[in-house]
């Protein structure tokens, strides 16, 4: 059996909002956020703990089919609408992120601390990299509210190129 995939990547030049909080692995990020379903009340249904795993697996975002595909033979996880239904759920619990631009899902790196951070996506591979700074976001936050206006969710994503695909990767 192979080894799990990283969770996925994170900017190493930002330092971390939450260090307590951070998990580093797909096996130490699904117990963090058995942690907080137990700790909140929530139901982590077998459904919703593989579709987690597999995202964490990935080390990269996942797109809803390709979640589908990796869940087939599962219980109960070959039906879209089933996968979809453990998508909201992990997005409403802060478990994951979405990305618009790119339609996908990333596990975050902060499982436990529900947040809005910028993510680097890149167009050549569609890796993605969490920034861990909330101050954008709640730069955005600030200025939304200061124009009367109540924001209810708020995605940011930088898409561009990263180092491995510019060629100015280290190494």
Not at 75 to 88: F, I, K, Q
Not at 103 to 126: G, S
Not at 151 to 161: A, H, I, Q
Request: charged content about 20%; some cysteine.
């Amino acid at each position: 059996m192979a080894k799990p995939k990283p969770v996925a990547a994170h900017s190493s030049s930002a330092s971390c909002a939450h260090p307590e909080l951070h998990t580093h692995g797909a096996a130490e990020f699904v117990r963090a956020v058995e942690q907080a379903c137990r700790e909140r009340g929530l139901n982590l249904t077998p459904i919703r703990a593989e579709a987690l795993r597999q995202i964490a697996q990935a080390g990269k975002p996942v797109k809803a089919y390709d979640l589908l595909e990796r869940m087939r033979g599962g219980p109960g996880a070959s039906a879209p609408p089933t996968v979809y239904r453990a998508l909201d759920f992990l997005l409403e619990n802060g478990f994951i992120h979405r990305l618009v631009s790119i339609n996908a899902f990333l596990a975050c790196h902060h499982p436990l601390a529900q947040h809005v951070v910028p993510i680097l996506i890149c167009k050549a591979c569609e890796s993605a990299a969490e920034l861990e700074d909330e101050t954008l976001a709640a730069q955005l936050d600030a200025l939304a509210r200061a124009q009367r206006f109540e924001p209810s969710s708020s995605y940011l994503e930088v898409l561009g190129l990263c180092a491995t695909c510019t060629g100015k990767g280290e190494g």
